[in-house]
T-cell receptor, first 113, second 114 residues
């Protein structure tokens, strides 16, 4: 079985600052994938970034980077230079073995001017 | 950029009625999924579909639910007799390779059962 834990129900950050959203995971399968999705108030689910368990380097996509610490089983999302449009719900998710995508409970990020 | 299309965006139905939620996955994707998100809660897996059959389903996906790919493009979720607790956002997703791949989600259908 796989499990995703997001311990921050809400986070606040000022515009232009960086913010880290925490995610820890658990799986017994050595092969897995970690994902971050953004869900704005309009409801759609937007894919942000992906990290494979065998990837040697941390994934980056523009202002998003994934701080992958395999030994700690953590996959934190770092958003640099926050923008007002980053205000949304953020979900960490994973697949492993024969399991389909499993989501964490999410973190609500609010970016203030 | 290719996208997953879901219709309708919002549906209101009376308890006990049947509803069909429609999805058009990305054309070269092979794996299709339905997820749901009850308001304020986490996104939950319902079912995955590959090669014209269900490959995996969750406990939520009971006999009231069914999926179908009636033609080469549409992927539907049917709820036979809706209950109040079926009110949720339903997301369709598709992927090329399955688990190792990024899932592309549709914009969702908000189902309200009254």
């Amino acid at each position: 079985a796989q499990k995703i834990t997001q311990t921050q129900p809400g986070m606040f950050v000022q515009e232009k600052e960086a913010v880290t959203l925490d995610c820890t995971y658990d799986t017994s399968d050595p092969s897995y994938g970690l994902f971050w999705y953004k869900q704005p108030s309009s409801g759609e689910m937007i894919f942000l970034i992906y990290q494979g368990s065998y990837d040697q380097q941390n994934a980056t996509e523009g202002r998003y980077s994934l701080n992958f610490q395999k030994a700690r089983k953590s996959a934190n999302l770092v958003i640099s230079a926050s923008q007002l449009g980053d205000s949304a719900m953020y979900f960490c998710a994973m697949t492993s073995g024969y399991s389909t995508l499993t989501f964490g409970k999410g973190t609500m990020l609010l970016v203030s001017p | 950029e290719p996208e997953v299309t879901q219709t309708p965006s919002h549906q209101v139905t009376q308890m006990g009625q049947e509803v069909i939620l429609r999805c058009v996955p990305i054309s070269n994707h092979l794996y299709f999924y339905w997820y749901r998100q009850i308001l304020g809660q986490k996104v939950e897996f319902l079912v995955s579909f590959y090669n014209n059959e269900i490959s995996e389903k969750s406990e939520i996906f009971d006999d009231q639910f069914s999926v179908e790919r009636p033609d080469g493009s549409n992927f539907t979720l049917k709820i036979r007799s809706t209950k109040l607790e079926d009110s949720a956002m339903y997301f369709c997703a598709s992927s090329v390779l399955g688990r190792e791949d990024g899932y592309t989600f549709g914009s969702g259908t908000r189902l309200t059962v009254v």
